[in-house]
């Protein structure tokens, strides 16, 4: 039963089909070149060399669709649309070979028994997995999910293939019974009038329905939303997981401080985010800013992107063209961004949405188009190295009533260093968890030390700001007083502070090859209760909640040390139901803490969390392992009307309190 083998106004099938494949393919190819030319023409990234972690990438969120399960109602009908997919395409081309060569030694894969009826199987489920997405997009459609006519073609495409494949087994079924099609013989019981000669008929057409259709699609999908079906693999691939969110460009060759206001500007990688985009609003669903009712959306970002690519790549610029910067993405909205990562965290495909804003953020900073607030904080640690332009020398002031002298690392050999950072150090709020850290330490018998006036301001808000110029400079007076200290290891307080020494820094120990151990103070802690070098002899007993700073947890993966600490000394812990992955940013990074809001705020980033802990029953205490989180969230408890039902707590004053108490 060859569904080629037909005349249609007396020409043969084949020479239809034979048409049908060259216009598909000529726009398809036409499309794609294209495409492949832009990203060439972008900035150069070198995203080759690690091709284990790609293909370990790969499998998980490609093969495995692993971020689709996040949202329950519709991560198992997509898996069945991807599958779907895969499954389609490869009996497409199949099909297509078979019906173009008819001299290839191969059958028609609803011809071989076992791969019908994986077909029919996965057709079945894949119209199921419609009926879903369509249900979900008509009545329970999430915020920010974008109802496209697109979507819409895309899903009814989509269900054509499968009813045809469906129809086609069960019409073959009237005219040649098979037990390899049980969908196909059940249908068919519906056609038992049905002559063999019709079934037959119908069988073919419901074959060059789903064959043209295919067609369509495969010429269709480069030139719509759903070109992230043939770019997403690339994305997921090229996605350096060691270092998220990398604000480095490997191998770009030129300076990376000017930043990006085109497209030509931007790199390769930083394209393929915009064409992989599904435009689903997962970025926007856990965007902090968006949420707390300011303009900036992540799936924005990367659509203008693309429709900027598309208006001045894809065809010569013209007067009328928008720039990309002021027009297209307004320059307020890319100072919103706290640089939290959750965009991507959340992102199916893998995009990298941070990287391109700060890129962008870079260029206004050349240009001086930043507020003032951020400017005089820029000023600040141009001079004096810290963001409370106070004196150096009063870096080390909490050390001052501390009954032990703390050790300066740069006179006596230490086995820790410690980096405490900025807020740790200056703000009056915090000196007093900073001491009880330093206590902590001591009472482990800890040998470490300090760089005192030494140390600067690490650059991680800097460098988001998009001031690499500063941020550079703050690196380098680091690294040079960190080389004048004898240490074998160091500790953070300030988990951004943590991030850049771990990531941004390339710090080895006392000059030979080896990488300097960088540890958070809660992974330390963690370490001392875990060895016996601390022992809890009275637990605590109280309910609390914790909070997973976006630079410790998604940013770095330490999620399980503080939970540990919690529940070593006697802390009922309730999670709250954004944690770990999913915690909601403070609102402080990226440089916001310096910002003012320019735009009227529903509700600040650190209001909706403690709410969010303010519901949680018989909760008391807030606890947070980063002293920005001690400054905002007791500044919201205030703000909400909350102060006298939660209490802020940082770690270490709960661990201080255990250790108190025996």
């Given amino acids: 039963m060859d569904p080629v083998d037909i005349k249609i106004f007396g020409i043969p099938g084949i020479y239809y089909l034979w048409l049908f494949t060259v216009i598909s393919l000529f726009f ?201 079906l043939l770019a997403s693999p690339f994305n997921v691939f090229f996605r350096d997981n060691l270092k998220p969110a990398d604000l480095s460009i490997k191998g770009a060759g030129d300076d990376i ?86 965009c991507m965290e959340q992102c199916p495909v893998l995009n990298e949405h941070v990287p391109v804003i700060v890129s962008m953020r870079r260029n ?51 086995e820790y260093l410690w980096i405490t950072g900025d807020y740790a150090s200056f703000d009056s709020r915090i000196q007093n968890i900073t001491q009880k850290t330093s206590m902590i330490f001591k009472k482990a018998g800890l040998d470490f030390g300090i760089l005192y006036e030494a140390e600067k301001n690490s650059g991680n808000d800097i460098r988001r700001v998009g001031e690499e110029g500063l941020f550079e400079f703050l690196k380098d007076k680091n690294i040079q007083a960190i080389k004048k200290a004898k240490f074998k290891k160091i500790i953070t307080t300030d988990p951004h502070t943590y991030s850049t020494l771990k990531n941004e820094y390339d710090l080895k120990v006392n000059g030979n090859g080896e990488n300097v151990s960088i540890q958070h103070y ?55 139901p954004r944690n770990r992955s999913r915690s909601y940013c403070c609102g402080a990074g990226g440089g916001r803490i310096w910002m003012e809001d320019k735009v009227p705020i529903k509700e600040r980033p650190s209001e909706s969390r403690i709410r969010e802990a303010v519901s949680l029953s018989n909760v008391k205490t807030f606890v947070v392992a980063c002293p920005k989180d001690i400054v905002m969230f007791q500044d919201a408890a205030k703000t909400t009307g909350n102060e006298d039902k939660i209490k802020v707590k940082d770690i270490s004053e709960l661990v201080w309190d255990a250790l108190e108490s025996q």
């Fill in 28 to 228: 398809f190819l036409k499309r794609a070149v294209k495409i492949v030319g832009i990203l060439k023409k972008a900035k150069p990234e070198n995203r080759f060399g690690n091709f284990g972690r790609q293909a370990v990438n790969f499998l998980k969120f490609v093969l495995g669709q692993r971020r689709l399960f996040n949202e329950k109602s519709i991560g198992l009908p997509h898996f069945l649309f991807f599958w779907g997919f895969v499954f389609y395409a490869a009996s497409f081309w199949w099909n297509l070979i078979k019906g173009l060569l008819p001299f290839v030694p191969i059958g028609y894969t609803d011809n071989i028994g076992i791969i019908g009826l994986a077909l029919e199987v996965m057709g079945v489920l894949v119209i199921i997995s419609i009926i879903i997405a369509v249900l979900r997009r008509l009545f329970f459609p999430p915020a920010h999910l974008q109802q496209t006519y697109d979507a819409t073609i895309i899903l009814s495409l989509i269900a054509i293939l499968m009813i045809t494949l469906v129809l086609g087994q069960s019409f073959k079924s009237v005219a040649e019974p098979s037990s390899w099609s049980p969908v196909g013989k059940f249908i068919s019981a519906s056609f038992s009038g049905m002559s063999g000669s019709s079934a037959i008929s119908l069988f073919k057409g419901m074959w060059w329905i789903h064959i043209i259709t295919v067609l369509f699609f495969l010429a269709y999908i480069p030139y719509s939303k759903h070109m992230h």
């Fill in 257 to 342: 401080s000017s930043g990006a206001s085109k497209w030509q500007e931007l790199t390769w990688k930083d394209l393929l985010n915009s064409f992989s985009c599904a435009e689903c609003g997962r970025c926007d669903r856990v965007c902090p800013a968006l949420n707390s009712g300011q303009e900036l959306s992540p799936r924005v970002i990367l659509h203008e992107i693309k429709e900027h690519l598309y208006e001045t790549g894809f065809k010569t610029p013209t007067n009328g063209s928008h720039a990309l910067i002021g027009e297209l993405i307004p320059r307020d909205v890319l100072w919103q961004c706290t640089t939290c990562m959750s």
């Fill in 364 to 414: 206004l900073i050349n240009r001086g188009e930043v507020e003032q607030t951020v400017q005089d904080v820029l000023k600040k640690l141009q001079r004096y190295g810290n963001s409370f332009g106070q004196s150096d020398r009063n870096r080390a002031k909490w050390t001052a009533t501390l009954e032990t002298k703390v050790k300066d690392a740069r006179k006596e050999e230490v």
């Fill in 522 to 576: 809660t992974e330390l802690i963690d370490e001392l209760i875990k060895d016996k070098i601390l022992i809890i002899r009275k637990k605590l007993g109280i309910n609390a909640t914790y909070h997973d700073p976006c630079y410790l947890g998604r940013y770095n993966g330490v999620y399980e040390p503080p939970r540990r600490i919690l529940r070593a000394i006697g802390i009922n812990l309730e999670e709250m």
